[in-house]
């Protein structure tokens, strides 16, 4: 017998949105699952047969999905369509004329070439909210070059400043860092979009260039750069302006970070490695006097650090309430009690690989919260849902497109 005390689900804040989600690999597609994780219905076209290259990209797991598949189309359902073919064309519009937002992610260009481009597509719904991530951007002189995530790094200047200063610049964490920065932007902008056609009527364009949310968080680099002619240079793992601010050995062979990003901070932490005097009146108790002694302040951490096991170092830290933390191996994440007490591996059981592990939803809404439904979807799944329920076609008319291989 069903729960009938059971509360109902809690309302999703996106309930009632409908997203066309014709983008490939990463960055459009990351777009529209935070969308569909907070209860927007997200339809992915996918090429018929060939489907979406991200089922072909990553890790594959038993099922014959890769994980990142699994993992970034969760919530969506998954429809096929060909958009080169005039058919298809034709049905993508008959899609967005009932849509809210149409996110894509080829070339500029490509979109115009097939009479699919934002005036195209605005006229048969003027309320569209056209999310558009590309490379470079839709305008510029570089609009036309292909882009991938490692080169939204390079352009736009992570990349230099990852690494040893007597070493090449080294990839910063990952390559698809711009592809999940520009997918985050381009949500946001989405939903700034929304805001706006409640006041206006009208729908936009949200414009993203891989490389542009890159440079959006590079702090204090172009202010520094314009006043004082600054070339920020790779720096390991030390940081600009705060020191000691870095990863430090211990005894164990682990790291621990610590963050010093003042006076005050630094005092504590003098206090904690046995020289209190180094600190306010001392050699080191400004930003400045450690700054110009960088490499002697961050030896003496290194050193200290070095004497004991990296769990003792963060009682001893989080006692003197010196920011800290420990550099995370995969494995360790997943052994964390806070990770676990705050939910951020969600176990997600589906019947074609068990249960995985994925990361979970980022922000966390105390009334609203979104949820993970289901993983990334077979290709062509929801098919009948979409052409048969959604815009009624005929049995006849599908089974005619689905010869000519335009579903």
């Not at 809690?10 to 699952?33: I, M, N, Y």
């Not at 003098?270 to 961050?298: H, I, N, S, Y």
Request: net charge negative; with cysteine.
């Amino acid at each position: 017998m069903p729960d009938t005390d059971a509360e109902p689900p809690a309302p999703q804040p996106l309930e009632g949105v409908r997203v066309v989600d014709v983008s490939s690999f990463l960055a459009g597609p990351f777009c529209s699952t935070q969308l569909a994780e907070f209860g927007a219905e997200v339809i992915k076209l996918e090429l018929p047969v060939v489907g979406d290259p991200l089922r072909k990209f990553g890790t594959v797991a038993p099922c014959g999905e890769t994980l990142p598949w699994l993992s970034e189309c969760r919530n969506k359902k998954s429809a096929t369509l060909d958009l080169r073919k005039p058919e298809g064309a034709a049905l993508l519009k008959r899609m967005v004329a009932e849509a809210d937002i149409l996110v894509e992610n080829f070339q500029p260009g490509t979109m115009e070439g097939w009479g699919l481009g934002w005036e195209a597509l605005r006229e048969v719904n003027p309320r569209l909210i056209m999310v558009r991530i590309s490379g470079y951007g839709q305008t510029g002189p570089y609009r036309n070059r292909p882009g991938f995530g490692r080169i939204g790094n390079a352009f736009g200047g992570l990349s230099f400043l990852a690494g040893y200063p007597d070493r090449p610049p080294v990839t910063p964490g990952s390559a698809t860092i711009p592809d999940y920065l520009a997918g985050l932007y381009g949500a946001f902008g989405a939903l700034l979009a929304m805001q706006a056609r409640q006041k206006t009527g009208r729908g936009q364009v949200v414009d993203i260039g891989l490389y542009e949310p890159v440079f959006r968080i590079l702090d204090e680099l172009a202010p520094s750069f314009q006043l004082n002619g600054y070339v920020r240079q790779r720096m390991g793992p030390g940081t600009v302006n705060v020191v000691p601010h870095s990863h430090y050995p211990t005894k164990d062979g682990r790291w621990i970070a610590i963050a010093c990003t003042s006076d005050k901070i630094f005092a504590r932490l003098a206090e904690l490695m046995g020289v209190p005097d180094w600190a306010g009146e001392g050699k080191w108790g400004t930003v400045r006097q450690r700054e110009a002694a960088r490499a002697e302040v961050d030896a003496f951490v290194a050193e200290w650090t070095a004497r004991h096991d990296r769990d003792a170092l963060l009682r001893l830290c989080e006692a003197a309430q010196v920011p800290c933390g420990p550099v995370y191996s995969i494995d360790e994440i997943f052994e964390d009690p806070h990770y676990a007490a705050r939910g951020n591996i969600l176990r997600v059981r589906d019947e074609r690989v068990g249960e995985l592990a994925i990361p979970n939803l980022v922000p966390r809404l105390s009334e609203t919260p979104g949820r993970v439904n289901w993983l990334g979807p077979p290709m062509g799944a929801h098919n009948d849902e979409v052409y048969r329920g959604w815009l009624k076609l005929p049995e006849a008319e599908i089974e005619r497109l689905a010869a000519l291989r335009v579903i």
